[in-house]
């Protein structure tokens, strides 16, 4: 079985700092993604990474990929209070019966104060 | 086009009733996902299908939970003699085949009294 470990499980912040949200298993994935939900909706997928030590940038958001596809990281700069919700990283199964299934992490709850 | 749907989008039951929870994928996507998802935590695979079969059914909790699609459509979850512990929000999720990327219903909130 893939666990999936993300820290921490809530962040509460003022507008304009910044942050790190971190995943990380023992296990290899073949990529990661990183999906934010909203209360009563289901998660939107926010970028996903493949390469070992790939950095992926959205706007304020930074997602890096550790060398060993193992572990994950998602900064965010500047925080605004629209970037609250509920931050989950998610890693697609690399082979065996794990193959292509999505294994999350328990969540990040990112609460931006103005 | 339209997105995944899911009904009802609340449910409450009563201890050891029966639930049909309900997911219309997009069209043409040949996946199916469900997932379980508890309060403020993360998603739990509960069951794939691709087409109208079940290749990985190895998240589903116990015997009371099963679940059937028609097609390459609708989907139904159900579970049976429903327990307190089974209170969570059901998500499904749909993709053009499986490996590719998910998109994501609204949910279920069920809540079992």
């Known amino acids: 079985t893939q666990l999936l470990e993300q820290s921490p499980q809530f962040l509460s912040i003022q507008e304009g700092e910044n942050l790190t949200v971190y995943c990380n298993s023992s296990?290899?994935?073949?990529?990661l993604q990183w999906y934010r939900q909203e209360p009563g909706e289901g998660p939107v997928l926010l970028v996903t990474v493949v390469t070992g030590g790939e950095v992926k940038k959205l706007k304020r958001l930074t997602f890096q990929f550790g060398d060993a596809r193992k572990d994950s990281s998602l900064h965010i700069t500047a925080a605004q209070p629209g970037d609250t919700g509920l931050y989950l990283c998610a890693g697609v199964g690399a082979g065996g019966t794990s193959y292509g299934k999505l294994t999350f992490g328990q969540g990040t709850i990112l609460t931006v104060h103005p | 086009g339209a997105g995944v749907s899911q009904s009802p989008s609340n449910k409450v039951t009563e201890k050891g009733k029966d639930v049909e929870l309900r997911c219309d994928p997009i069209s043409g996507h040949t996946a199916l996902y469900w997932y379980r998802q508890r309060l403020g935590q993360g998603l739990e695979f509960l069951i794939y299908f691709q087409g109208n079969s079940a290749p990985d059914k190895s998240g589903l909790p116990s015997d009371r939970f099963s679940a059937e699609r028609t097609g390459e459509s609708v989907s139904t979850l159900t579970i049976q003699r429903t327990q307190q512990e089974d209170s969570a929000v059901y998500l499904c999720a749909s993709s053009l085949w499986y490996t590719d990327e998910q998109f994501f219903g609204p949910g279920t909130r069920l809540t079992v009294l």
């Open positions: 296990s290899v994935f073949s990529s």
